[in-house]
């Protein structure tokens, strides 16, 4: 008599009737635990196998890159850098935001903050630094005088 196998995934049957002793799942969440059973089916007779739980793995980023990498900014003045993380579907795209020069500028969530007693002529290095892999981009800033107005 042939044997055939059932597959479940969190109690739901996932693959039926199948006589290869083994299954690819796609379309799973990364960084997601799954549940998984087989049922071994000969004939009338059946048998459940013991449940194991397997995690998918995380997508890595691999990369990450700014809006800008240079700008100018005024005295007291701020500018908004977005960052933009690779691949696209990174499981984590969070990170942290750092300037070399606190004294010329200071960011916080992006923004960027020229201090009001900032010389002309200054820069700082205002970086994006990923939690995954720890990937950096950066954007140099540089003090120019605020426009009279």
């Known amino acids: 008599m042939t044997e055939t196998y059932n597959v479940y995934r969190d109690d739901q049957k ?3 009737g199948l006589s290869a002793k083994s299954f690819k799942d796609t379309g799973l969440t990364p960084a997601t635990a799954y549940r998984y059973k087989v049922e071994a089916v000969s004939g009338d007779l ?3 196998s013991d449940e194991i739980t397997a995690t ?3 997508i890595a980023v691999t990369g990450v890159t700014l809006d800008k990498t240079s700008a100018d900014v005024a005295v007291g003045g701020t500018l908004k850098l977005t960052p933009t993380v690779s691949p696209t579907n990174a499981t984590d ?3 942290s935001w750092s300037s ?3 004294a010329v500028a200071t960011v916080s969530g992006g923004t960027v ?3 009001g007693d900032a010389e002309v002529g200054a820069t ?3 970086t994006f630094t990923t939690n995954d892999s720890g990937k950096k ?3 140099t800033i540089t003090v120019v005088a605020a426009e009279e107005g």
């Open 113 to 115: 903050t020229v201090k």
């Open 137 to 139: 981009a950066t954007c």
């Open 124 to 126: 700082t290095d205002v």
């Open 93 to 95: 795209k969070s990170g």
């Open 46 to 48: 059946t048998a459940m």
């Open 14 to 16: 996932v693959a039926d």
């Open 100 to 102: 070399s020069v606190t």
């Open 56 to 58: 998918t793995l995380p």
